[in-house]
């Protein structure tokens, strides 16, 4: 579930809201060269990875078609969260599949607007499953509605990937540490060695 106080305050480009955490959650469960491990695996790990979040309702039945599901849907956002980080190999068709993948979601997990005196929140009338799928969306919706969509981001240090909230103060941050980022740079300083290495001399 995620919530937006009536006339509330923009949040700081650099506070990380609940619904932030909630995105991230759910996209940092994949595996990678680092050691990650993949907890979407199936439908028992995809139970077990519930039940440790409240967020999303706690402990969930969960088949091995829905940890599926939640693999494309994990997938579909980080490679806008890539596009977000201006990752050339997510543009172009990769991320037109993904913007369809999840349009086709929001119709199958569609949200219910809550009122109260409190303030206004979108969430998910389903229960389950589609109950998590529709708190992600809900959360996603949100926060893209505070103008910061764009400061989510993925790691640009292939095969990290990793989800973070960019807090510098443009938005300029492509990497989730300064590891990846100094990775990345000495990738690209050994391929510059290698291309002036193999250039042909000058007679």
Known sequence: MSSAAAGSAKPSPRTVVPMVET?????NTRADGGGRQEL??????????????????????????????????????VTLLLAH?????SQGEPLRHAEQHLRRAGA?????TVVTAGGVELASPQTGVPRVFGTVLAAVTTFAQTGDWG?????????????????TRNGSGLYCSTGCGSQVSMRNYRRRQRRESDAPSEA
């Open 23 to 27: 995105v991230l959650a759910f996209v």
């Open 40 to 77: 979407f695996g199936d439908g028992h790990a995809f139970a077990a990875w519930l039940a440790e979040r409240d967020e999303f309702g706690g402990e969930t039945v969960a088949t091995d078609a829905d940890a599926a599901a939640a693999r494309e849907l994990r997938d579909a956002l």
């Open 85 to 89: 980080s201006g990752d050339e190999e």
């Open 108 to 112: 199958l997990y569609p949200l219910a």
């Open 151 to 167: 400061r989510i981001k993925a790691c640009r240090n292939p095969p990290c990937h990793f989800g973070f909230f960019d807090r």
